[in-house]
């Protein structure tokens, strides 16, 4: 009988420094000790990331954060590695760890195919770090899931911003994302 081998961030990092992911035509990411293979981005999905890493861009110079774009963040208790597509950040320098969840102030998650993992995995995964706040960018759907409050492994806080409606983060209540504007309306 065989198992699954499950990884902490540690063995993943060491994995990731002796080159042993470099082979790989794909990209992946630690969730919960598993090795997860992410759907390749297409332009949509590279579309709006833009967008949103343009934006953030312009609002986090305002309030003192850092925005990253699809780099690895820190989960180690829940042996977890997820590359955001964006988060915006404490101001620091990340050189020697990944940031943690307590380095970030929002997270969103851009997706057009992988709605029930980013919906159902991720929300709980990032609830459960305590990240104060997640946005899921539903493509096919042309709205923003907008998650607040975490408590367990749940956010208590849900809504949907769709076209017509904007939506700002609660660490910076000025910066209004307008939907329709993000979608190409």
């Not at 949103?52 to 780099?71: C, D, G, I, P, R």
């Amino acid at each position: 009988m065989s198992t699954a081998l499950h990884l902490t961030t540690e063995e993943f990092d060491r994995m990731i420094e002796c080159g042993a992911f470099d082979h790989l035509q794909r990209k992946i990411e630690l969730i919960r000790g598993e090795l997860r293979e992410m759907n390749p981005a297409g332009p949509i999905h590279d579309g709006l990331i833009v967008y949103l890493t343009n934006w953030s861009a312009l609002e986090v110079a305002k309030v003192s954060l850092l925005v990253t774009s699809q780099t690895g963040l820190n989960l180690a208790e829940l042996a977890s590695r997820p590359e955001p597509d964006l988060m915006w950040l404490r101001n620091a320098r990340y050189r020697e760890s990944h940031p943690s969840a307590s380095d970030v102030k929002l997270a969103i998650e851009v997706f057009y195919s992988s709605l029930h993992s980013d919906l159902h995995e991720k929300a709980e995964l990032y609830a459960e770090a305590g990240i104060v706040e997640y946005w899921i960018v539903d493509a096919g759907s042309a709205c923003v899931h907008v998650f607040r409050q975490p408590v367990g492994t749940q956010y208590t806080d849900r809504s949907v911003a769709s076209k017509g409606e904007q939506i700002a983060p609660m660490v910076a209540p000025q910066a209004r994302l307008d939907v329709s504007d993000l979608f190409g309306d």
